[in-house]
């Protein structure tokens, strides 16, 4: 029985990196081409909070995709983002509080200390796997609607 008890406590006591994290979709997001055309609809986990901006997808080992999350700022100013404990490839889109994408960075590297930067002001960030953007040709083009749900 000690050992039971033992091995659960082992398996609570392991790094954050270790564990899965499981993906907790909050919405479903759209980009939209300019002619109004929904070019690709994933669903998303929010950032909204000072602290789980700043957790962002450090630590995940697995997104589809069909999955991204969506950073939501109080404010619209230049952003910067950095993957120092993020291991995926991520495409980083930054949006206009138009909900205009500003710019894209596309296959950022993972665990990499190196500032990803907004080329203008940006009120949200859109992170999805890398490779994406280019794989549905979503580009600065065009725009990002979101519902949310289970809040």
Not at 44 to 65: K, W
Request: net charge neutral.
């Amino acid at each position: 029985m000690g050992g039971l008890v033992l091995s659960a406590c082992k398996e609570e006591a392991r790094p954050a990196q270790m564990r899965e994290i499981p993906f907790e979709p909050k919405g479903v997001l759209e980009f939209v081409n300019p002619n109004g055309a929904v070019i690709r609809q994933i669903a998303i986990e929010v950032a909204d909070t000072d602290s789980s901006r700043m957790r962002g997808l450090m630590d995940r080992r697995s997104l589809s995709t069909r999955q991204g999350m969506l950073f939501v700022f109080p404010d619209e100013t230049d952003r910067s983002f950095w993957m120092q404990n993020t291991p995926l490839p991520l495409d980083i889109i930054f949006v206009a509080a138009d909900s205009q994408i500003v710019n894209i960075a596309k296959h950022t590297t993972p665990l990499s200390p190196e500032q990803v930067t907004s080329t203008g002001p940006a009120k949200y960030v859109v992170e999805v796997r890398g490779g994406f953007t280019d794989r549905y040709a979503i580009t600065d083009s065009a725009r990002v609607r979101w519902v949310l749900v289970n809040q």
